[in-house]
């Protein structure tokens, strides 16, 4: 707390540079709605943030349980951050549960701001306590500060003519107005979702908006004015800003790169968490000519895909890791037919339904090789929620330019979580340019004009002609075929030929170098790919400001690798690969280029913290600084 | 866009030019065993084209896998073997985003009803415009002689030595189960029937679902010879025509009427003709074309061909596309950089 500003009416709060805040209840009381308007009203105040969404799998888990506690952590700073923070420096805990489950999150001497009213006997009980908390040493050592938020917003709606059930529904939105009020939020584009949010339910609106005001008063009287402080803007480069999750920005990646093509996107799905959301979306945007399709299953979703894009469409589906183990073999069909599809993979913890609703890393493997024979596809992981725009673009714009099927990987913590994101100029955006044949392209021996639909290009990709071309009738399939005619052939040296050809087109894709971000000449090398981008920048960060030389190279392309990546791992005395799985990038790396890298494996569902990561970079450092150079 | 997914439109109104039989066969050898039903139907296939005026260019067939699902390699349009079950699911999304093309769908007993059975049922379900065709030799072929869903209980087969267990599919009972809006049989042994028959499916829009009874003559050889060799025919296919009294036999002396246990054969001197069911292809209640499809229990017995059922209903790619031209009359065409901005923003 350095300086003060004018944060609002008759207050003058000291400034902090940051502040996590963890939301947390059962999941019926809107923690995430809580949580996300807290967000955007800390976008529009111009705030750089990072949010991390934390739910259960059922939708309603008994009420009060451990098993129904949901939660929603949002960091934001004055400055640039990449993370939703190690350790909140604020825990809102609706019931008993939310605290017993979040509690040993919360940072040493963080504060507790808990809704006294459910801490009775009934929902103790719920949450396993045996005592209540408040009452026993269990919260010593923090700032507690009890509100009987429950009580509060039913008082706030008793005139309004709202049943005491009822109003019990508003009170997050008391929580929200509390924090609004102590990290001193713009209270209007709260109070403006509200209008529009519950404009045709007139007393949930008045409802949520007394409790909202009751929750931000409440800082004034009851005198918690020490508590308030102000988190001012971040210096982001000057733009126009939306914030966005990953899901989102992938949705209109998506129809972005429909335009860029002038192809009609076609979209197969088929629900599963967590990668619904882009059906959604997508469902809504028929304006852009968007075709969506909730197929019977994975595997009708994919070959419907496969389907529009023979027939010309933009054909892209998306799925989840138990998805992408059914779209398999029709993924190995459009290796072969040599067919555009984009197959979106945002992947959740595993194996089989494993846990849908939280987070991980783990399906490079079957992405690099999960199918059967030699089945090569690119593959391309965003690091961030606004990154998942960009390699939308990019996982479509490589599809259709090198006629195959490429796995674009997200996973749940970037397509739940959300930053800011500075919007492009749509001008700025590269097309897609796609040529389809329209002409014979051989000769036979009669002199006639043919098609051959295999007749390689010099990159070795082959022509489409598509269905309603006259004279270029062809068959295509799954069965192996002849180099140029593309007829059907079982010959010995024509499959040995095929298989290369598949490899060596796929293999010879040009992706971007690998770029160091920090220092060259450190004797350590993180590499990382996905989600773990803001893990590993934030500890990077932090231990090159302590002294500490460290280099991060962070993959987007993870198939084919970028040309210059043997060169600079051999260019370090170690690596170390940050993976929330066992160790599958390390393992690829260290088959491909025979270096010892070594990996940092989290899978609990969580992404890595910075802090984290920095300890283990620090420990890596010690060591390699005990054994000399 | 290209030029040709904007060409659709103009099908009607070019000129069609006239074609042959050759124009529609491909260069490729035809490779299925000699004697296989297969061959009657490809031929019935490539003469019936040329006389729907149909344009190369604009018919695709789509199949599985399979021998039945070898078939577009020999016709000269366009053509996707796909994999195994998989061809309504392709043949939908192509369907789909090219309501311009004349989507055929080939696939076998075991393609269709075991390992790609969901797939038939859904596009069935949603009245999706391909025209399905269904080669039921009841045994896997490909494979070289396992039961099929389709195969007979008691079967005895490389995987059932000792008998097959379970009660077989009746492929027609299970599209009108799915409420299929167009559902017919025809067999191998007769080309003019499966050109009418595929004509009128053909003409249907939405999805058709055919049935073609097909002999393997190395793994199943004869299993229809019963009923549709020409010397037993008269007696054991029973022809459904629409408007037209159910009657079959040498002599028509034989006819279907209703009863309370369902659809039953009779004796027409007996009952007298003013009793047999005519038929009615157009009754929108399933029920009655499903109590046909009940008639035989086996291929031993007599056996309807013909089209149980062709009733209207909105089409499925074609409503899609509907939805998607409303909202763009309603909202004019979508603008990224709106799109973009459709969240709250906020200026730095």
Redesign the interface.
Known sequence: MTDTVDAGPAAEAPAVDEVIIRFAGDSGDGMQLTGDRFTTASAMFGNDLATLPEYPAEIRAPAGTMAGVSAFQVHISDHDITTPGDAPDVLVAMNPAALKSDLHTLVPGGTIILNRDTFEERNLAKAGYDHNPIDGDDLAGYQVIEVPMTTLTKDACKELGVKPRDADRSKNFFALGLLSWMYSRPIEATLDWIEVKFADRELVAAANRAAFNAGHAYGETAELGSQRVVVRKAPLEPGTYTNINGNTALSWGLVAASQLSGLPLFLGSYPITPATDILHELSKHKEFGVTTFQAEDEIAAVGAAIGASYGGSLGVTTTSGPGVALKGEAMGLAVSLELPLVVVDIQRGGPSTGLPTKTEAADLMMAMYGRHGESPVPILAARTPADCFNMAIEAARIALTHQTPVILLSDGYLANGSEPWRLPEVADLASIDVVHATEFNQTNEDGEGVFWPYLRDENLNRPLALPGTPDLMHRIGGIEKEDGTGNVSYSAENHELMVHLRHKRIASIPVPDAEVDGDADADLLIVGWGSTWGAITGAVRRIRTAGRKVAHVHLTHLNPLPANLGDLLRSYRRVMVPEMNLGQLSRILRAEFLVDAEVLSKVKGQPFTAGEIQHAINQRLDELAGEGS | ?????D??ANREADEVPATTRADWS?D?EVRWCPGCGDYSILTAMQLLLPELKAR???T?F?SG?GCAARF??Y?????????HG?AP??????????P??DVWVIGGDGDMLSIGG??LI?ALRRNINLNILLFNNQIYGLTKGQFSPTSQKGKVTKSSPVGLVARPFNPISVALGAEATFVARTHDMDRQHMQDTFRRAYEHEGSAFVEVLQNCNVFNDGVFSTITKKDVRDDMLIELNHGQPILFGSEKQYGVALAPEGVVIVDVAKLGIENVMVHDETIRNPSTAFSLSRIAKTPATPTPIGVFRAIDRDEFSSS??A??QE??AQ????D??D???S??????
């Open positions: 866009m290209t030029d040709v997914l060409a659709g491909s490729q190369r260019e604009k695709v789509i896998i577009p390699y016709m000269n349009t366009y053509g996707v073997h796909t994999i998989r699911a392709v043949a939908t999304g192509l369907a789909m985003a090219r311009d093309l969901n797939h859904h899609v596309a939805q998607i909202v763009q909202l004019g065409k979508g990224l950089g799109l973009l901005r969240q709250p923003t906020w200026e730095v």
